[in-house]
Every structure is written in C-alpha cells, then in structure tokens.
C-alpha cells in the first residue's frame, strides 16, 4: 500500500480572525511549502473551532489512527502548535511518530523529532510551553479590554433582560458605546413583583401566575421571569461580572438594598426544602474509618419540554481521604445485597415478610453450606445435594415473592423520607470501598423473629 503524505490543519475559535491562522491560509501555505519540496499532500485533516490543549479533536484522532495503521510517511503542519499546544502531550506525539517512522514537516521548522538532538527538542519543548500559555494571556487581555469598557458604564454583556432597552452611554465619550435602561411602562410590572415578595413573601410561581391572570405586559410569566427580575444585578443597577463589579453602573428599577432583601426573602424560601440522605450517619470510610458527610450538589438538567429543572445529587463525602461517592452508586451496591431486607416495609403483607425471612434464612445456609465445605467438615456429594436442594427452594420462593409483588410499594415508588426510614430500620452500618465505588461492607439491623 502507498504511504500516505498528510497535512493537518488547525483553528481554535479564538484564532478564528487571526492573520495566517485560517484554516485556507495553513492549507495553502502547506501545499506550496511541499510542493517546493517535490511533495503531493494525499489527504488534509482539518480540525475548526477546537483547542490545542486537548487531544479531544475528532480529524486528528482520524489522522493518528492512520498513523498507527502504518499508512502514513509524512505530516505537513504550518506551525507545531497547530498539533498541540501543550508539551506533555508533544513529547508522547513525538515517540508515536518515531515508531511508526512519520516525518513530520513545520513550516515554521517549530517541531522536533526524537531522533533530533537534545537542544533542539528543549527549545521546541519550550516553545510548545509558552504557546500554551498563550490562550490564557488573551483571555486576560479581553477581560481587561472589557473591565475598562464596563468602568465607562458601557453594557457590555450581549443579552439585554425583560424592561430593559439599549441606550447611548452619556458618560463615554467613545463613539457607539451603549448602555441599558429601564423600559418606563416596565416599571409598574416590576413594583408589582417587589412588592408582592416584600410585602407578601409570595412564591415566584403564584407571582408568575398572578401576573400571566393579569396579562401583564402582554406575555405569559414564568417562576424564573420572576426570580429573575427580583435578583438579577442589573435590575438594582448594579453590575457584577467575573472581571468587574460596580454599583450605581446604570439606572435601576430598585435599590440594591431591595435586592438584598428579595434574595434574603427568595432564598430562605428556598432552604426551607430540605435535602433527605439515605444513609445519613451510617457510612463510612473503609480507608480511614471516618464518617462520610453529606453534601448536595445541584444539577441543572434538561427536562420535558426543554425546561430546565434542577435535581439535587447527593454525595457522601469522606474529608480525610478527600473522595466522594454517588448515593445512587451506594445505593445500588446496597439494593443489590440486601433489596430484601431494604423492602422490610411495615406496610408489607405478612406473607411477604414470612418470605423475605426464609428467603434470607436459605441464603444464609447456602453461605453456612460452603463454609463448612470448604472447610472439608462436609464430603462433596452431600455438598452438592444440599446446595442444590437449596438453590431450588431459593428460586421458588423468590418466585411467590415476585408474584406478590404488586402488594407492595416498588422501592422506586417511596418517598425518600419513606425510604429513609426503612434504611435507618435495617442497616447499622456501611463501609465504603471508594476504590470500586460500592459498599464493601455491610452491617445490616438482626430482623425480630
Ligand atoms: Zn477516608
């Protein structure tokens, strides 16, 4: 098979505008490049709007398959750092392409080869490092072009919310510049919503509901409209992004004092819903021993309609060890082992309870069973008489279980105040193996006969 002369191209969005970066201007640099060196390029692997700090990059992944595929005998690249921008990683490409014998050729002669001479890879290694930093000086130069513009009053975030309109700024004398204003016929519906939470403590749901009843400004109001308009900074004409932060930046509908106040009110409204743990106080750490403590996380994610909707996750966390694990994991690991005695719900049935003891009666012989076997006190026929007779009388009884399943509350289907009750009736204690994420040991509450 031919082997292949290759040429990879690459532009970060940032780099997008950037003379000599654009994805045309590397390819037809490339080309004449080998052309002056009597080359053909076979294929171009081009990767648009990705970083050189990830290797995460679908057409060079493509590229390096071919190379470990033997296909390849040349690489064409403009500048080193089209290929990676971070050194490690430009160390390890360097020993894939001396295995399998790719030449790679920079136009800016930046790269170098294993085989090339200690001075040589130290100055490229350099380089490559410096690159890498440079990303991050541009997004500090960006920031301070913005904090200087913000500082002249100037809106310089793209979206414009609900009652506000853009303006010419007054105070900057720099052509174009804007600023943002209450819209007038917007400031009845927002003294509405101030007064409704400072007055009434109303939740943002029955606001949005009242205001939708009362077709105000013409629209349907939701929950967040509401939350968003009592909180947001600009709404008290304050400003307040990562590079910047000032009061007094525009005008207002209200003071920032009210805000504070709505946020106090919003927010311990909020607190009011109260995180449930399964497995509150009775996890522990297998390495160290120590108690896990509990810490919510909430996720934003997209739910029916495209609403986005937040959903808490909860993490046991162990502080020595400085590692976390997922309830639902936990969960899992424990539902696998012990699902019986976990469904030992009061509600259930007698006869269910009769057949969830003898299930775990069955499954403590077969464990009585195979110790006593592996400790030769029992021949290996009687073993596998036994074990057998066993396995079967399980099975049937997991299946009476199973049919009766319809009686009783599918775990699932619980409350999770509900399922924390049965957890705290009939487990004592949980150890967890943080290496394989799972209980590794679990203490279980002795079931009244
Ligand atoms: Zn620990």
């Known amino acids: 098979m031919k082997q292949l002369i290759l040429a990879y191209e690459r532009v970060s969005s940032d780099e997008q505008g950037k003379k000599g970066f654009s994805i045309s201007e590397q390819q037809n640099d490339i080309e004449t490049y080998a052309m002056k060196r009597g080359d053909i390029i076979d294929r171009h692997y081009v990767d648009k709007g990705y970083s050189g700090t990830t290797m995460n990059r679908k057409n060079v992944k493509k590229m390096l398959k071919q190379v470990a595929d033997g296909n390849v005998k040349k690489i064409y690249i403009k500048f080193a750092n089209r290929l990676s921008r971070d050194d490690t990683m430009v160390r390890s490409l360097r020993k894939v392409f001396y295995k399998y014998k790719v030449e790679i050729v920079s136009i800016n002669e930046d790269w170098a080869a294993e085989d090339d001479n200690a001075d040589k890879k130290l100055s490229c290694d350099l380089v490559s490092r410096v690159d890498r930093a440079e990303p991050e000086r541009a997004k500090i130069r960006t920031r301070a072009g913005l904090m200087m513009s913000a500082k002249l009053g100037n809106w310089c975030v793209p979206t414009v919310r609900l009652g506000f309109k853009k303006i010419p700024n007054p105070n900057s ?201 592996f400790d030769d006190l029992i021949d290996e026929i009687y073993y596998k008489k036994q074990r057998t007779n066993l396995l079967r009388k399980r099975k049937q009884s997991e299946k009476a279980l199973k049919e009766m399943q319809c009686e009783v509350n599918d775990w699932k289907n619980l409350s999770r105040v509900e399922q924390r009750k049965i957890v705290k009736r009939c487990l004592k204690k949980v150890m967890i193996d943080f290496k394989k994420e799972t209980p590794s040991k679990i203490a279980t509450v002795e079931l009244k006969e």
Not at 290 to 303: D, Y
């Open 173 to 373: 004398t720099v052509k174009d510049s804007q600023t943002i204003a209450p819209i007038d016929e917007w400031r009845p519906t927002v003294d509405k919503i101030v007064k409704m939470i400072l007055d009434h403590q109303y939740p943002a749901q029955k606001i949005a509901d009242i205001l939708s009843g009362a077709n105000e400004q013409n629209r349907v109001w939701s929950a967040k409209d509401v939350l968003m308009i009592a909180t947001k900074p600009e709404y008290s004409g304050e400003f307040e992004q990562s590079y910047f932060k000032s009061v007094n930046h525009h005008e207002g509908f209200y003071s920032p004092e009210t805000r504070q106040e709505m946020i106090k009110i919003i927010h311990g409204r909020r607190r009011v819903k109260k995180y449930v743990y399964l497995f509150k106080g009775i996890v522990f750490c297998q390495e160290c021993g120590g108690l896990l403590t509990c810490i919510p996380t909430v996720k934003k994610r997209k739910g029916k309609n495209n609403v986005m909707t937040k959903t808490p996750v909860y993490y046991y966390f162990c502080k020595e060890c400085n590692k976390r694990i997922n309830e639902s994991k936990l969960l899992e690991g424990v539902l696998f082992s012990y699902e019986k005695r976990l469904l030992m719900n009061p509600d259930v049935s007698e006869d269910r309870k009769r057949l969830i003891k003898k299930i775990i009666k069955i499954e403590d012989s077969i464990e009585n069973l195979e110790e006593e076997y």
